[in-house]
């Protein structure tokens, strides 16, 4: 089975920080990755998503995720943080091709301040 | 277009009862997922269903079951509730195949007491 492990547990930065966030997955197949956000009071919702092709990726609000494969990483970055990023941060994957189910990190609370 | 629903919101219940909680996926969605949320566990499947039929079940007992309608809508029941069941419990909903875009809910907040 597949698993996911999210290293940072709580990041502090200033605004205008340069942000990246690890994910590694443990699995031995192809996989989709994705990021998913969850601002303070809203539902989680996706950030970007991965499933193949260009492994770096872009998605929402200026952030993109590298893919490499040989790390079996899925790193978040944006250059310049603002503190509207406040959030929870979610990696998570899915083996590609199957009916597996979607596996979460357990997440990393970024901070941002003024 | 609506996005998921679920209901209720919050609830309050104590050990040993049981408790039902409620999803509406997004229109057209045929397939549902439910997670648990607590601090430092994250989000653990709990489990999913396609075509009112549970594809994929987590690590969880037998006290915690779901269901899927022909309307798509789903629930989920937890049954003798114990404290550790306190939690935010998060339903998605997706298109088939599911590549793992799932849309959330804003879940149902569960305390034990």
């Known amino acids: 089975a597949q698993s996911v492990s999210q290293h940072n547990h709580h990041v502090i930065l200033s605004e205008a920080a340069s942000l990246e966030l690890g994910c590694n997955y443990s699995?031995?197949?192809?996989?989709?990755l994705f990021w998913y956000v969850q601002y303070p009071g809203q539902h989680l919702q996706l950030l970007l998503k991965y499933f193949s092709g260009d492994p770096l990726v872009k998605g929402i609000k200026g952030f993109e995720a590298e893919f490499i494969k040989s790390k079996f990483s899925f790193n978040l970055r944006k250059p310049s943080v603002q503190w509207s990023d406040t959030a929870e941060y979610f990696c998570?994957?899915?083996?590609?091709?199957?009916?597996?189910?979607?596996?979460f990190g357990t997440g990393t609370r970024l901070q941002v301040t003024l | 277009k609506a996005g998921v629903t679920q209901t209720p919101r919050y609830l309050i219940k104590t050990r040993g009862q049981q408790v039902t909680l409620s999803c509406s996926p997004i229109?057209?969605?045929?397939?549902v997922s439910w997670y648990q949320q607590t601090p430092g566990q994250g989000l653990q499947f709990l489990f999913e269903?396609?075509?009112?039929?549970?594809?994929n079940k987590g690590n969880f007992p037998g006290r915690f079951s779901g269901r899927q309608f022909s309307n798509s809508r789903s629930e989920m029941n937890v049954s003798t509730l114990e404290l550790g069941d306190s939690a935010l419990y998060l339903c998605?909903?997706?298109?088939?195949?599911?590549?793992?875009?799932?849309?959330f809910g804003e879940g149902s907040r569960l305390t034990v007491l």
């Open positions: 998605a909903s997706s298109l088939p195949p599911s590549r793992g875009e799932l849309f």
């Open positions: 998570a994957v899915k083996p590609s091709g199957t009916a597996s189910k979607l596996t």
């Open positions: 699995y031995g197949g192809t996989v989709n």
């Open positions: 269903y396609f075509s009112e039929t549970q594809r």
């Open positions: 229109s057209g969605h045929r397939s």
